[in-house]
């Protein structure tokens, strides 16, 4: 099994940048995907980004494509999203979560963190 923790999450201002980070640990498995998920209030889990963890391919999703980076320290069994140029409707409970398929769909990842919350004030 997986687990998942999210830290780096804060209050930060428009404009300004965070990086967030995921710990994995347990047993890890082959071929999966690392991803980024954001849900605010009364809106649908949406996805950020994916890497794959073992050769490092990423892929975005529209909410922040060109403000976020995602990445991986394979010794250090974490992965990280940065996110810059913060806008207060980034303002979500943001997600770590893992999925053995090449996916952005949540459904299909199967371990999840508790997540952090990205409060952006104008």
């Known amino acids: 099994q997986v687990q998942l923790v999210e830290s780096g999450g804060g209050l930060v201002r428009a404009g300004d940048s965070l990086r967030l980070s995921c710990e994995v640990s347990?047993?890890?498995?082959?071929?999966?995907?690392m991803g980024w998920f954001r849900q605010a209030p009364g809106e649908e889990r949406e996805f950020v980004a994916g890497?794959?963890?073992?050769?490092?391919?990423?892929y975005y999703g529209d909410s922040m494509k060109g403000r976020s980076t995602i990445s991986r320290d394979i010794a250090k069994n974490t992965v990280y999203l940065q996110l810059n140029s913060l806008k207060p409707e980034d303002t979500a409970v943001y997600y770590c979560?893992?999925?053995?398929?090449?996916?952005?769909?949540?459904?299909?990842?199967?371990?999840w963190g508790q997540g952090t919350q990205v409060t952006v004030s104008s």
């Open positions: 890497i794959r963890w073992n050769y490092g391919t990423t």
């Open positions: 347990g047993r890890t498995y082959n071929h999966y995907t």
């Open positions: 979560a893992a999925s053995s398929l090449w996916t952005r769909d949540a459904r299909m990842f199967d371990y």
